[in-house]
């Protein structure tokens, strides 16, 4: 009998009203405990979810290139290294600490902050949080740009299919890639800009959110350069689940980028064209607006293997894990249907 399928984490659940982005640093010597803990976060995510069933609340969990190392064995995630900092010529990148990433998600923001809290709590003084960023929906799923953002992204199994690792490495399976980014807008300078020229910089009409024709659409619009295609013509996809956040007294407005994505090269890519230009120099115009303060890379494991990480020195070698499916078989989304995670409510 085929063995069952990795249950991939809650990535691709129903849009969210709220969020709460927050990364956290391991403890030297405490590797064991936080690992535990990961293992517990499908349980806390049930005590909270199952009690406000129908405001699919998502915990999302995720691990650096370093925490990997040094809290899980056996192989690694293939693609898993990392942040690369970006330094363009007029634009930079940053890469900051953080060994975890948590994305919790859902229809009230009271049902992240309890869920956090809880598992902030078990987790205790063998993490710290490095950054906390409570995001949420402006209006039409707007940024604080005042543009619908969100709207390109795949549905369905095509999400799936750009999201979730399948069989270019099997032991793998059913995890993903997210990169995230913590960006501060220049309100004042965008707001000096007429709505054209806003529209000019994004790619896109703003009341109506229709993409400016190919002829009208700058090549340094953000939409132009984030329009990437494979060899042969096909376009490249991540899902990208944006919150902007703020706050009023310290005139901070900024968006909280996150995108997931079945191989991190996709988002570098794109990463590139914004920063470093394509054709060099011709840098994405959103970024004479918005400076990146944070940047991470992270794996995002399927719950089942999150649930049991294995600890250094104890996980069977590559060679041993169990015969994947042919690369072109079921995904790991398909047999479940999109969003019905283990531990998310019924
Ligand atoms: C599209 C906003 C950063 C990748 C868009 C759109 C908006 C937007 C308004 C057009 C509507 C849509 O399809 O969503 C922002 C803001 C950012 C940001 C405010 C931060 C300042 C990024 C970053 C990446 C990215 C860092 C990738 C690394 C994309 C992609 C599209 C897009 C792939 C869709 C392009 C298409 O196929 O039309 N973004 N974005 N964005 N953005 Fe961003």
Redesign the pocket.
């Given at each position: 009998m085929a063995a069952p399928q990795p249950v991939p984490q809650l990535l691709l659940g129903p849009p969210a009203k709220a969020a709460l982005f927050l990364t956290l640093t391991v403890a030297p010597g405490r590797e064991d405990d936080v690992r535990d803990g990961l293992g517990e976060l499908s349980g806390l995510s049930r005590s909270v979810a199952f009690r406000a069933r129908d405001d699919a609340l998502a915990c999302v969990a995720g691990l650096s290139s370093d925490a990997w190392d040094r809290l899980v064995g056996g192989p690694r995630p293939r693609g898993l290294h990392p942040f690369t900092p970006l330094h363009g010529p007029r634009h930079h990148a940053p890469a900051t600490p953080g060994d975890l990433l948590l994305h919790l998600r859902a229809r009230r923001a009271d049902l992240c902050f309890e869920l956090a809290r809880l598992v902030l709590d078990r987790l205790g003084d063998a993490v710290a949080v490095v950054d906390e960023v409570h995001g949420f929906t402006y209006f039409d799923e707007?940024?604080?740009?005042g543009?619908?953002?969100?709207?390109?992204?795949p549905t369905g199994s095509a999400a799936a299919d750009a999201v979730l690792v399948a069989g270019e490495d099997p032991g793998f399976r059913g995890g993903s890639y997210v990169?995230v980014?913590k960006?501060l807008?220049d309100l004042t300078a965008w707001h000096a800009l007429p709505t054209e020229e806003q529209e000019r910089v994004?790619?896109?009409a703003k009341a109506d959110?229709l993409?400016l024709p190919d002829d009208v659409k700058p090549p340094d619009s953000?939409?132009a350069l984030?329009?990437?295609e494979d060899e042969n013509g096909e376009?490249l996809?991540?899902v990208?689940q944006?919150m902007p956040f703020g706050r009023l007294g310290a005139g901070e407005f900024g968006?909280y980028?996150i995108?997931y994505a079945r191989t991190p090269d996709i988002?570098?890519r794109?990463?590139r064209n914004?920063f470093l230009g394509d054709p060099p120099g011709t840098t994405d115009r959103?970024?004479d607006f918005?400076t990146?303060v944070t940047g991470g890379l992270f794996f995002v494991p399927s719950a089942t293997l999150l649930d049991d990480l294995p600890a250094p020195g104890t996980a069977p070698a590559a060679e041993d894990a169990p015969e994947p499916p042919p690369a072109d078989a079921e995904r790991p989304g398909d047999s479940l249907g999109i969003g019905s995670l283990k531990g998310a409510p019924a």
């Open positions: 707007r940024d604080l740009l543009f619908v953002d969100g709207s390109e992204n990169v980014q960006y807008h994004i790619g896109r959110n993409e953000h939409v984030n329009t990437v376009q996809q991540i990208r944006n968006t980028f995108g988002t570098e794109m990463l914004m959103i970024l918005s990146a």
